[in-house]
């Protein structure tokens, strides 16, 4: 359903990005990368207000013409990008929400691994394996 | 101020995840002093030994189980009262070898290994070697001499995890030295 779903720390460097698999792969990776701009814009417009009035989803970040991609900020910073085909029309906006959702539960249980130390690279199967079911196209 | 009256419970009776984490961050700490998986090993059983000599007490204070006939009452009464006292499962009691001696512990799910995935260069660690010293500590104090080890681990790649208990012999008290 996805075609890429990316997690980046709160320094915006990237732990964890999954693509499926395509010839050019490297478009995705700039898309997400470009996505970090509007995500900062968007968190940082509503830091006047009180902070935890801030929804943890951002919705749609920006359309390009092939692609959508969506924004998901955790209260320790910890971005989720996913990136989605515009063809695939019939993703409504709860369907993304639960992705995140199930994104957001998938990091914390990876977290609660004693052995990451938070800010490593994503190694975990079972968050993998989480992922992979999101890539998957039917 | 009247919701205090309210707090049901044993006040003894801690989160499930707080213990999880606890032990995850104990573990994680072990490794990262001593380096090597069988060291570390050794002093999970240390400690759970430490942790068994003093659990026995607790636990034959509020069970109120009575003696032990043999090896094999022992073996229900750890699987079906201690176990469900301390972790809130029961394992199954099983595989008794044919002298009566031995028998195995089997475990669907392990409260100390929730999220917990072993790192790559770790495949000796027994995760969850505390358990094999309490074991042995409470036994060591209610006068029996078990070996208690794990046969399979489910963080290892095994469908179940199963910890063998073997009766070497009975302790008699000895007598110190010196005195007749």
Not at chain 1, 17 to 40: A, R, W
Not at chain 1, 63 to 77: A, I, L, S, W
Not at chain 2, 18 to 25: E, I, R, V
Request: glycine share 6%; charged share 25%.
């Amino acid at each position: 359903m996805a075609a890429c779903v990316a997690v980046i720390a709160k320094e915006n460097y990237p732990l964890f990005i999954k693509t499926i698999p395509t010839e050019n792969e490297l478009k995705f990776y700039y898309t997400v990368h470009t996505s970090l701009d509007v995500v900062e814009e968007k968190i940082s417009s509503l830091g006047k207000n009180a902070n935890d009035l801030r929804e943890l989803y951002l919705g749609l970040l920006y359309p390009t013409e092939d692609y959508k991609v969506y924004g998901y900020v955790t209260n320790t910073r910890v971005k989720f990008v996913v990136v989605v085909d515009s063809s695939n029309a019939s993703l409504r906006d709860n369907e993304i929400r639960t992705m995140f959702k199930k994104l957001h539960n998938a990091y914390v249980d990876m977290l609660c691994n004693p052995f990451y130390k938070p800010g490593d690279n994503i190694t975990s199967k079972s968050f993998d394996n989480i992922v992979v079911g999101m890539l998957q196209q039917d | 101020m009247s919701r205090q009256g309210n707090r049901a419970g044993d006040p003894r009776k801690v989160n499930g995840e707080l213990f999880t984490l606890t032990y995850g961050a104990l573990v994680a700490q072990l490794i990262k002093d001593y380096e090597n998986d069988e060291q570390v090993n050794k002093q999970l059983d240390k400690m759970g030994y430490n942790m068994g000599v003093r659990l026995i007490e607790d636990f034959l204070a509020r069970a109120n189980t009575g003696k032990c006939n043999d090896f094999r009452e022992t073996a229900d009464v750890i699987a079906k009262v201690a176990f469900k006292m301390y972790l809130g499962l029961t394992p199954v009691v099983s595989n008794w070898s044919t002298a009566g001696d031995e028998f195995s512990l089997l475990l669907e799910s392990n409260p100390l290994t929730e999220f917990v995935e072993l790192p790559p260069g770790h495949s000796n660690l027994n995760y969850s070697n505390l358990l094999c010293g309490a074991l042995r500590g409470a036994l060591e104090m209610v006068q029996m001499d078990v070996d208690v080890r794990f046969v399979q681990d489910i963080l290892k790649g095994d469908n179940i995890t199963e910890i063998r208990l073997k009766f070497i012999k009975r302790l008699e008290d000895a007598v110190p030295v010196g005195e007749d």
